[in-house]
Structure formats: C-alpha cells, structure tokens
C-alpha cells in the first residue's frame, strides 16, 4: 500500500525578473516501511520535493497525498497539526533547541505537539533515546553532543511520536563519512525497529548504497527509479 | 504550560546579559514609579493632614452662598440658629462623622491699646475645635496648648500678628467688631498663646471661646458660620460628603431651597490644585514606567525571534502549532516584566523603608519642621507590578506573533 502518492507534481519559484522550475512534473508512489533515497546534484529539486512531502510548501500544480490525505489542500494550522502526528524530521544542521537537553528535545514533540501524560512520555523518550544509544548522554545540552550525537538526538526526536513517515534533508551533509554511515546504519535499524518509512535526500555517493530504493532527480525531474544499490551510484 | 514556563526561563538565562540589562531597565522604571508615589502620596498626605486637622476638617459645612463671599466673612450669610441645630443633629446621626466643631467666624480689629490692626477671629467650643482638628494643639507656639487656651476671656494670636503688634501670652488686647446691624463692640481679652500660621485659608485667623464671640457680636442664640468636621474615613471623604449632604437635604421641604452647602477640604483650600498636580505627575511617571518597559520587552523579544528564526522553523516544522508558539514568546516576555517587576519592588521598598527611616524634614509655606514618613500603598505597588506585566505582555505581543506566523520553510532557510 502506498503511503505518498504524486502525480505531476510541480513546483516553480518566482521572482520579479526570473522563474525557476524547481519540480516539473513529477509522479511516484513510496511504499509505507520503505528506506528511500532522493538523490541528484544540487538544485535538482530534492529538498524541494521533501518540503512539498513533508506539507511544509504547496506545489505549483500536481496531486501529492501522503497517508491518504490530500496535502495539498491542508491549511497552516492543519499542515502544522498534520505533521506534528504522521511526520518526523531530521535537518541536515541537527536543528536542536539549544536550551534543552538530549532528553528534553525528545520529548518536545510529545509535549508541545502531542500533549503525552508524564509518565507514557518519559517512558517512551527513554526507549527511543536509547534505541539510538543515546541514553547516557540524555542529560546533554547540545552544545555538549558531537554533530553525530546531535543527529542521534535528532532522529529520536523525529522517531518518538511514532510518526508515519520521516523526512531526512542531507542528514549526513555536517557529518565525517564515518559517522555519516553510522547515522545511515542507524536510521535503517530505526525503520526496522518502528516500522517508520524514511524518506531522505543526500548528494552524498558514499552513503547512497544504503538506500533500498533510489530516486534520482535532475533539473526538477525524476529521471530514474532503481531498486536497491543501483549500480550506476 | 511548565514547559512553556521552562524554555521561557531558559532562553532567558540564555542571553544572560541581555535580559538582565531589560531586568534591571524595568526595576529601574519600578523603583522611579514606587519611590516616586511614595514621596508624593506622603508629601501629599502630610500636608492634606496638616490642612485639615489644622483647622479647616475634612468637610465644612455652610449657607448656601457664605463661602462664596467668604474673604469678607459675612455675618448675615451664617446659618440662622434653627439651621445650626439641625444640621449639628444629622452630624451627630451620621457615625461616618468623628467630630465637628462649630464656628462663629469674623472680621474684627485688634488693638493693644498703642496699635490696632485688623484680624480674622473664630469663636468656637474648644472641646470640640480641639477635637475636630488634634493639630491645634501643635500650632500653639507659646502659652498653654490645651483646651484651656480659649477659655472664656483669652484668645490665641495668630504668630504674624502678634509679631507685629509684639503681643506676648499674659498681654490684654482688645476685640472690636461690628455686628450684622452695624453697631460696634469691643471685649477685653488676655491673649493665652500664639498660634503659628498653616498653609491655606484659615491658617491666619485668631481663636475665642464662642460665647465670647457672640458677646462681641451681641447675639442671643448661636448663629452658626461654619461647621468644620471630621470624619472616621478621610479616604471617602467624597461618599460621606454626599452622605451629609443627602441628610440634609431630607431635613428641606423644598431640597431646590436647600439652604445648607457641604464642601470637602479639597473644595476650599487651593492645596487641592498641588494635590491633583502630584497626580498628574505620578501620572506622567506611570507613562514613562509603560514606555521603559514598552521599548525594553519590544526591543529584547524582537531581538529574539530574530536570533531563533531557524529554531521557530523547527518547531514548527514538527508540527509545534501557531498559538504555542505565540504562547512560548509570550511567556518568555511575561517573565522578563515579571523579574523587573519583582526586582523593583525589591529595591523600591528598601529604598522607601531607608527613606521612612531617615525621617526627612522640610518646610512649606508657613509650615516647617515637616517630616516625611514615605509609606506606600500595597494596592499602588500591585498596580505598578500589574501595569509592568501587562505591557510586557502587550510588548511581547507583536514579536510573538510575528514568530507564530513565520513559514516554517522561510524560516529554516535562515542563516
């Protein structure tokens, strides 16, 4: 069953003098449970694509559904109460609030957005901190957490409302290759444990391999699908 | 909302040294405002004390026209002796009403038997004058300060007056007035102290028992120039005012023809006018406290939603909605008017209780030797604390929204 749905999607930009096509015309349909990669050069319209998915912009033209809903219809408010209850994020710069710690950004989601009673939701942070190994470290702020911590942090935040679908924009981009890979190998380990999808974005042709399924994008368009490792990456 | 409460108090302390410049402008602006009303409202209070249990009471009571013509103290405006009993009758009926003393006011001329001059006398019940205004006592600069000081046959001098004429306690002086048919009497009196001057009408004029005042004036019943009275609550003076005024009213049949005029101290004596100035300024002094804390909490949580751009669009990226994040900014400016507030009225009430101690004296116009109590009102430093955080709220408002409303996706874009 299909859990994001698109079908000639566009996107374009304007300004006064010029107009960028940023999507043009794009379809495809993600499975719920898959580990998908957007991939393409800079400006090809990724990020674009995952911002439209993740109900935080409204395409041009095109029909774009994420768990049966219409996203393309949602107001703010209902876009915002949307993601905050079938999406995760993960942002290339960790995107940490800087004033709580490891545990308290966890929990924000279930706070600010969910409203968990006390003990469900310590409960549930300490799972998920320490499905990611970072349960030792959950009293840190993060000016205290390497940029792989930080990342860590941040995937359990996007994990911990048990979202439908999380979103990851170059979420290695700030990363070394090692622990770029391990944060890969993570998220893949985290879709296995909570049977999240993961949709995320990468120019980076090392850590591309890890994907089950690629879509590579160019100039705004989805030139390729291919299955698990493509050879060509 | 702990949680709100929790990251408003840590993105404080985040920028520690920028809110505690914002604190400490607020508490700045608190203790101008407190300190301010504290002085003022005592100065104030001070001298309304002084006016009143000086001599002129809390309320007065007249014929309708007398205190028009008051400069000339006319003798055929005084209440008739049937009016002065009724109207003693409801102030007797009246519990909001301590006291009253009833006066018998005129125009006279002195003499010392070398020198005449002339002087504004009172003849009054001493019990009753001594009762109505307790300052009496304290204004009698020599000879005796007790009731006894107007006695029948003595008169208390007022101070410029015997300076002039060099009266001493012990000398005979002698009183000549003119009645209301014109004919002419004097009396022989022994003055038996010296009365210093107060500020504002009245603050000049001579005292004599009554029953010698209507001997000089060759009346046969009281007719009454004045009532002065003092009531239990001076804090509703305008309530009791009305209250009497109602009450003699219903002792008229025809209340167009009400023959009786009821005025507050603030209606006779011109110390009302600085008395409303004072209030005009703490005034102008609250305007102030509003635009310090206005500018302050507008500039701080300005800067702040400038500085967290791409933190707002993570939260609301995760779906954090647009009132909580109203909320959070909101609650982040309420606590910064909260800690000015409570800061400045730390070192208001330090300050007010160092001043109270210090026990100020000064001296206006023909008073001296005053001394200022600065006390405060907790109702006017609740206010003071209640304006701080209600525009810090309102000061906060127009950054909280604007952060609410941001796009999530412009704002993650921010660098």
Redesign the interface.
Known sequence: MSLIVAHSLTKTYATESIEVKALQGVSFEIEAGAFLAFVGPSGSGKTTLLNLIGCLDKPSSGRLAVADIDVTQLERKAAASFRGQNIGFIFQSFNLVPVLTAFENVEYPLVMVQEWPLVERRERVLKVLKAVGMLEQKAQLPEQLSGGQKQRVAIARALVTQPKLVLADEPTANLDHETAYRIIRLMKQMRDNFGTTFIFSTHDTRIIGEAEKIHTLEDGRLVEDQERRAANV | MF?LAK?AV??I??YRRRSLLTISLIAFGVVFVLVFVAVSSSFKDLMVRQITDSYLGDLQIHRRGYVASIETLPLNLNLSPQQAVNAAKVLQETPEVDSFSERIKFGAMFSNFTETTNIRVNGVVPEREFATCPQMATRISAGDKSVKALEKGKILVPALLARGMGSKVGDTVVIVATNKDGSVNGKTMVVSGILESATGPGGRDGYIHIDDAMEILRMTQREISEFAISVQRPERIDAISALVQARLAAMVKDPAKMPFQVHTWAELSPFANIAKMVDLMTVFIKAMLIAIVLISILNVMIMAVYERV??I??????????G?ILSLFLVEGLFLGILGALAGMGVSLAVIFGLYLWKFTFSFGQATGLVLEPTIDPLQVAIACAMVIGVSILASLQPAFKASRM???DA?RHV
Request: charged residues 35%; without cysteine; glycine residues 8%.
């Open positions: 949680k990251i840590r993105n302390r985040r791409r933190e669009g993570t939260i609301a990226a995760i779906g954090t909605l647009p909580k796009e999530p996706i993650l």
